[in-house]
Nanobody
Framework: QVQLVESGGGLVQAGGSLRLSCAAS????????MGWFRQAPGTEREFVAA???????RYTDSVKGRFTISRDNAKNAVYLQMNSLKSEDTAVYYC??????????????????WGQGTQVTVSS
């Protein structure tokens, strides 16, 4: 059974940085797209960033140039470095894994496993 555990969230001032981590267990994930989504109060969960098994990345427009996704296949982990944080980045951030291995394109609708989430709060 896939388990995803996020960490690294917290309270930060606008302009600050946070690094989220996601530890995956219950399988081998080096061949899967892994990503991050977020959900703010009263909104639907939205795609933030993802990385393919070969290192290809995709970001939502609002975080391009500020967030960087990376992965460590040896540790079954994915990270999200968030810089220049804004109040609109406040949300619960979720780690996710694609349903299908060796996918070379990133499609937000193809993710099938989710973590419990970690809260990120950016104060202005």
């Amino acid at each position: 059974q896939v388990q995803l555990v996020e960490s690294g969230g917290g309270l930060v001032q606008a302009g600050g940085s946070l690094r989220l981590s996601c530890a995956a267990s219950g399988g081998t994930f080096r061949s899967y797209v892994m990503g991050w989504f977020r959900q703010a109060p009263g909104t639907e969960r939205e795609f933030v960033a993802a990385i393919t098994w070969s290192g290809g990345t995709r970001y939502t427009d609002s975080v391009k140039g500020r967030f960087t996704i990376s992965r460590d296949n040896a540790k079954n982990a994915v990270y999200l470095q968030m810089n220049s944080l804004k109040s609109e980045d406040t949300a619960v951030y979720y780690c996710a894994v694609d349903k299908t291995p060796y996918r070379t394109t990133i499609e937000p609708r193809t993710f099938g496993s989710w973590g419990q989430g970690t809260q990120v709060t950016v104060s202005s």
